[in-house]
T-cell receptor, first 112, second 114 residues
């Protein structure tokens, strides 16, 4: 119930294409869903986050889509660029616990 | 220049030795966390602290110890009891106000034990 399942494990996209990464959760008590971007040898950086009271949040080329009934959320990267090549992690948290539960990560490669 | 600093970036130790990883933050965050990351895997929580002089075990606390004597500092000791200590260690912090749950990560320390 505490797991967050992330797919795909790796993704190759051409420059200018759309990258889509999916996550699913079981625990309906989760109420905060962030996405992190991590470059090799660096710490993860918070990219964008969403609460369950909205179905979509957009920041620049990055969009989170949230489906509360299906208990799924996804990250869409529009107009993908080679500089977006990194590992992306979804996560989930209950405000009351302050413990982030991470997905296993998706390694994105954007080909020029 | 606000942020989270971890030192050193790379650390090498012989098996059987304890080693302490440093984590300092000047963000005035109340909560601090330690995660372990293994190749191709997500982050796993080792310990967390929501307030000075208090901390709780995470999912993989065995073989690790922490202290929280100051708000800014949350050092992690990897003891000789940790069976597989080679990993990338990440420290994070977060505010604890209502609705404020974002966690911010440091640059990490890569520990290699041989």
């Amino acid at each position: 119930q505490q797991q967050v399942k992330q797919s795909p494990q790796s993704l190759i996209v051409q420059k200018g294409g759309i990258s889509i990464i999916n996550c699913a959760y079981e625990n309906t008590a989760f109420d905060y869903f962030p996405w992190y971007q991590q470059f090799p040898g660096k710490g993860p950086a918070l990219l964008i986050a969403i609460r369950p009271d909205v179905s979509e949040k957009k920041e620049g080329r990055f969009t989170i889509s949230f489906n509360k009934s299906a208990k799924q959320f996804s990250l869409h990267i529009m107009d993908s660029q080679p500089g977006d090549s990194a590992t992306y992690f979804c996560a989930a948290l209950m405000d009351s616990s302050y413990k982030l539960i991470f997905g296993s990560g998706t390694r994105l490669l954007v080909r020029p | 220049d606000g942020g989270i600093t971890q030192s050193p970036k790379y650390l090498f130790r012989k098996e059987g030795q304890n080693v302490t990883l440093s984590c300092e933050q000047n963000l005035n965050h109340d909560a601090m966390y330690w995660y372990r990351q293994d190749p191709g895997q997500g982050l796993r929580l080792i310990y967390y602290s929501q307030i000075v002089n208090d901390f709780q075990k995470g999912d993989i606390a065995e073989g690790y110890s922490v202290s929280r004597e100051k708000k800014e500092s949350f050092p992690l000791t990897v003891t000789s009891a940790q069976k597989n200590p080679t990993a990338f260690y990440l420290c994070a912090s977060s505010p604890q106000g209502a609705g404020e749950v974002e966690q911010y990560f440091g640059p990490g320390t890569r520990l290699t034990v041989t």
